[in-house]
């Protein structure tokens, strides 16, 4: 986040967003852990929780928009400055 | 309670109507959007009946029982925050009609617009911290799209900085949410409440004692604070209300803000976690400093967007500090704060849209002072910096007024000092902007000659009416919509962790 190249930046919130992402699906990790699909019965004693998959998954799709909206912006810069440095940015708007 | 889901519906379907049938006809477009905001503005006073007495209204998505279903709930908090989104968004679409007469491709203004409403919407209505999270990045993105609609070289990095904050906002927010769930298995905010008593109960411990909690507030005080831009995070925000157009910025201070940071945390704080003093003493203190810093970045400004946006931080902090005085009368004096600093963040943003429109250009500087050849909007702007400082009988002076009083009682005079050093600097700030865009003028200079466009009614009807508001109308609306609709919302903040009780009746 320290970065002024405004694709450095993009990138370190992509890895950001990532790693929570990950984390959460580790949330509801179980070792040896079964998943409630592969049993007839709905019985499993050991069962990997499901919902954090869910959201995780819905959070990747609303990553996926935000992105586009972030590189969209990132391409309006660089036709309008010709450049990726923030600084710059700065300097020739003010 | 079918009403709930109309809120979705409608905005959805007009959304996609526009996009079909509309992109030739952009009269059609506005027309369409306001008759969605007056149409929901109608719902939600449906709904302030519906929920008077303290009734919670819920709806279960998909068919599922609590706590699996994704869960609507509409209580009298959420309908009053409703009503005021509303009321803002309809006025803001009729300004809308004549200030983006320039501009090509309006349906996509709309489209943004009513993405966004829905995103307030989910935000309000949301019963779990997932639903949550997913309006408050719709609306987020939405805002996103709104503060670069112009593609000005000024507009993209406003939005860029706004988004990139927007975006570490979220991602701490989720985190906040998996640490939460990690926790205590639970997304729905009313089996939250409920399992942090239960636990709590068990283990004989305060909210205090507990680290997990603690930390789980601390990401949503981040997350947040960086969306609703209190200090230090405050900048972002500035910059994304200096970029924007005038109708987007005033729906950015007047409607997102307060929704998607202020209304979510507080929603977090005072009904499912609950209240416990060191929390209220950070809201104490994150609330006086954004006061403090806002008025500080307005008295160091020159530019009349800036000096505004420095105001609309220090308003805000203003309510964060109200609320987190956490006692009834506190609690009133944050939610007419509130109320106050739309009125005022919305009719600064207006008034510096009609100069954009009478010059033709978002450029700011010494044109502005082109506010005193613009009748409608020299009142706007007087009424404005009145209701800023707190003059009687103007909007701002029953907020401040019982905020004054409240801090004295609660802080054994140090917050009372603190407040009151801050009041005489924001009225130097209103007289220096009265002084400097109303009262005086070089004659020569080209910036003062009278204008010869002519601002359309459709951008002087909202201004005249906010403005009739934050002067008179707002003693009588004051004191009829007390009882109404204040001491409603008020109840909900009151009762705390009993949110939780009141779903599941409402679920009943």
Redesign the interface.
């Given at each position: 986040m320290m970065k002024k190249n405004i694709i450095k930046l993009i990138m370190s919130t992509i890895i950001i967003n990532y790693s929570i992402q990950v984390f959460f699906v580790l949330s509801g990790y179980k070792l040896q852990g079964d998943l409630l699909v592969f049993s007839a019965d709905n019985n499993i004693l050991n069962m990997v929780d499901p919902i954090p998959q869910i959201i995780v998954l819905m959070a990747i799709l609303i990553g996926l928009a935000v992105n586009a909206v972030l590189v969209t912006i990132a391409i309006g810069l660089y036709q309008k400055f010709e450049t990726f440095d923030i600084t710059k940015m700065f300097e020739v708007k003010e | 309670m079918m009403i709930i889901p109309l809120f979705f519906i409608i905005p959805l379907l007009s959304i996609f109507f526009i996009a079909a049938f509309t992109r030739e006809k952009s009269w059609l477009a506005n027309l369409a959007a306001v008759l969605v905001a007056a149409v929901l503005l109608i719902l939600s006073l449906m709904l302030a009946l519906f929920t008077g007495g303290g009734k919670v209204l819920c709806y279960n998505m998909g068919g599922f029982s609590f706590p699996v279903s994704i869960m609507l709930v509409a209580d009298s908090l959420a309908v009053f925050m409703l009503l005021i989104v509303y009321c803002i968004s309809l006025l803001t679409l009729i300004y809308s009609k004549g200030y983006m007469q320039s501009y090509l491709d309006k349906w996509k203004y709309y489209i943004l617009f009513l993405s966004m409403l829905v995103g307030v919407n989910g935000v309000l209505l949301s019963g779990d911290i997932?639903t949550l999270?997913?309006f408050l990045?719709v609306s987020?993105?939405s805002s996103?799209?709104l503060v670069?609609f112009t593609?000005k070289?000024?507009a993209?990095?406003g939005?860029?900085r706004y988004?990139?904050k927007g975006?570490?906002a979220?991602?701490i927010i989720?985190?906040g949410?998996?640490l939460c769930?990690?926790y205590l298995s639970a997304?729905n905010l009313a089996d939250i409440a409920q399992q942090l008593i239960i636990r709590h109960e068990t283990a004989q411990i305060q909210m205090r004692e507990d680290i997990v909690i603690l930390f789980i507030l601390g990401f949503f005080s981040v997350g947040f604070g960086l969306k609703t831009g209190i200090f230090p995070f405050h900048r972002g925000v500035i910059e994304a209300y200096t970029a924007a157009e005038a109708p987007v910025a005033a729906m950015l201070s007047g409607v997102v803000i307060p929704v998607i940071g202020l209304y979510a945390f507080i929603r977090l704080f005072f009904c499912v976690i609950g209240v416990f003093p060191a929390g209220m003493t950070l809201l104490l203190a994150m609330g006086i400093l954004s006061f403090s810093a806002g008025i500080i970045k307005a008295l160091r400004e020159h530019d009349f967007r800036k000096i505004i946006a420095g105001h609309l931080v220090s308003e805000l902090g203003l309510v964060v500090f109200a609320f987190g005085l956490g006692t009834q009368n506190g609690l009133l004096g944050a939610i007419t704060q509130m109320v106050n600093y739309i009125i005022i963040s919305t009719l600064f943003c207006y008034t510096s849209g009609m100069v954009s429109y009478a010059i033709n250009s978002n450029h700011t500087g010494r044109a502005y002072a082109q506010i005193k050849n613009i009748m409608v909007a020299r009142v706007a702007v007087f009424t404005a910096a009145l209701a800023l400082c707190g003059v009687f009988p103007f909007s701002g002076f029953w907020s401040k007024f019982i905020i004054m009083i409240e801090a004295k009682k609660v802080g054994n005079g140090q917050w009372f000092f603190l407040l009151a050093l801050f009041y005489l600097l924001a009225f130097i700030s209103s007289i220096r902007i009265l002084k400097k865009f109303i009262f005086t003028g070089k004659k020569g200079d080209a910036f003062y000659k009278p204008l010869k466009i002519k601002i359309p009614f459709s951008m002087n009807f909202p201004v005249g009416i906010l403005a009739c508001i934050s002067i008179g109308a707002y003693i009588i609306w004051f004191f009829y919509a007390k009882e109404m609709f204040f001491i409603p919302a008020i109840n909900v903040l009151n009762e705390g962790t009993l949110y939780a009780q009141n779903i599941f009746l409402g679920i009943k």
């Open positions: - | 997932v999270y997913i990045e987020g993105v996103y799209a670069c593609k070289a000024n993209f990095v939005a860029f988004m990139i975006v570490l979220s991602s989720l985190f949410i998996a769930y990690s997304l």
